[in-house]
C-alpha cells in the first residue's frame, strides 16, 4: 500500500502563486509516476499534471506555462507550482500515483486539497 499527503492549499487572489506539495509512504518502491488531478464544483476530476522518476512529464495542455510539476525522488516526493492562478483554478487537488504505467483508473489517491482563488 500507498499512502499520499498533500500540502500546500489554500486561498489566494487572482494573479497569485501556489505551490502544493504530496509525499508518498508505505510501498513506494513500486511508485513510477506521481501527479496531481483536480476537480471543480460541478465538473469532472480533469488531470494537472504527472511526472515519472525518470522526470517525464505529462500536461493538461491548457496548464501548460502556468503550472510546473517537478519531484524528488528520495523524498518521494511531487510538487506542483502553480502561477499565474485565475478563479477558474478553484478546486480540489488531489494526488495520484499510478499503480500501472501513468493510469488514473488504477490508482492510489491522496485525501485531496483545497486551492481557492479569489477575484
Known amino acids: 500500500q500507498v499512502q499520499l499527503v498533500e500540502s500546500g492549499g489554500g486561498l489566494v487572489q487572482t494573479g497569485g502563486s501556489l505551490e502544493l506539495s504530496c509525499a508518498a509512504s508505505?510501498?513506494?518502491?513500486?511508485?513510477?509516476?506521481m501527479g496531481w488531478y483536480r476537480q471543480a464544483p460541478g465538473k469532472q476530476r480533469e488531470l494537472v499534471a504527472a511526472?515519472?522518476?525518470?522526470?517525464?512529464?505529462d500536461y493538461a495542455d491548457h496548464l501548460k506555462g502556468r503550472f510546473t510539476i517537478s519531484g524528488d525522488n528520495a523524498k518521494d516526493t511531487v510538487y506542483l507550482q502553480m502561477d499565474s492562478l485565475k478563479p477558474e483554478d478553484t478546486a480540489v487537488y488531489y494526488c495520484y500515483a499510478p499503480r500501472v504505467a501513468w493510469s488514473a483508473r488504477n490508482a492510489y489517491w491522496g485525501q485531496g486539497t483545497q486551492v481557492t482563488v479569489s477575484s
Open positions: 511526472i515519472s522518476r525518470t522526470g517525464a512529464t
Open positions: 508505505g510501498s513506494t518502491g513500486s511508485i513510477n509516476v
